[in-house]
């Protein structure tokens, strides 16, 4: 007998991957809640009185946390909460760096874990639509331009986010996927010279990777008025990618769909690469 839930509620359903989890849903026949500081359903991670109003009558809740450092604290309380509104079962978006990174980065992870509740994790490599949908890397690249990153030759094996809101949106609404983690990558790895190399064979402009080394990189930033601890964070990041930690391609979208994951080429003939850079939400 299936056991599919239909009343979700996604989290962050206005930003970057909770408005694809959203759609995802809407795909499988099911009318999500879409919740965020300003969307149809309010919530606010710093604002609890938004929580439980924002739980009447859900089954189930993909989770992105507020990146901040009572996220842990915050995503506990949060599922105590869900929990005593009758939620069964939650969705975490974590990120693969995080495991990468070591046990002290996991404490997100491991408060869903403890929830009492039906749990599945999804830690994902670097989003490919990051080319088109993070400022410091699409800018340079909605023209003739240079991409210019500390990531030498690094490769990382760039996920879907199609992939991941199918996967999310699955875990969401059906039996079989509770208790797993889910390591979501490409089909393929490529450095960001591969990368941006298709990119200009599909857009017709010639733009081209630099690599360059953090110092310069860190300057490059604080001239366009990036503060020093986002500098701090996008340079761990960027790190990880030249050390090659994001490189192996995973199974974990075949896992979930029993699919193959798609291919970085995929999403740039689909967005026909006409990069609009846009704030991250």
């Known amino acids: 007998m299936s056991n599919d839930l239909s009343h979700v509620l996604v989290l962050g359903g206005t930003g970057k991957t909770g408005s694809r989890v959203a759609a995802a849903l809407r795909r499988r026949g099911v009318r999500p ?9 309010r919530f606010d991670w710093s604002d609890r009185a938004t929580w439980e109003p924002a739980l009447d009558g859900v089954d189930a809740v993909y ?15 949060f599922a105590a909460v869900a929990a ?6 939650l969705v975490l978006l974590s990120a693969r760096v995080w495991a990468e990174l070591g046990e002290e980065h996991l404490a997100t ?6 929830s009492g509740l039906e749990w599945t994790i999804l830690r994902p490599t670097w989003f490919a639509q990051n080319f088109t949908e993070l400022d410091f890397i699409a800018s340079p690249l909605a023209g003739p331009g240079e991409l210019r990153l500390p ?16 996967v999310a949106a699955a875990a969401l609404t059906q039996d079989g996927h509770a208790g ?8 393929r790895s490529l450095s960001f010279r591969d990368a941006v190399a298709e990119i200009a064979r599909a857009s017709g402009r ?13 300057a490059e930033l604080a001239a366009a008025g990036y503060p020093d601890a986002v500098a701090d964070e996008l ?18 979208v075949r896992e979930a769909l029993g699919r193959p994951a798609r291919d970085f080429a995929e999403y740039v003939a689909r967005t026909g690469f006409d990069a609009r850079p846009e704030t991250v939400s």
């Open 180 to 187: 797993r983690v889910y390591v979501l990558s490409g089909s």
């Open 235 to 252: 340079i761990m990041v960027l790190r990880h990618i030249r050390e090659e930690r994001g490189a192996t391609v995973t199974d974990g």
């Open 206 to 218: 010639p733009v081209r990777f630099v690599p360059v080394t953090e110092d310069e990189y860190r």
């Open 151 to 166: 990531t030498g030759e690094g490769r990382e094996a760039f996920v879907d986010l199609e992939d991941l809101a199918d």
């Open 109 to 114: 992870e491991r408060a869903v874990q403890a």
């Open 84 to 89: 005593r509104a009758g939620v069964r079962r």
């Open 63 to 77: 989770v992105v946390d507020s990146q901040s450092p009572q996220a842990a604290a915050e995503v506990r309380d």
């Open 33 to 41: 809640a879409v919740a965020s500081r300003r969307g149809p359903v």
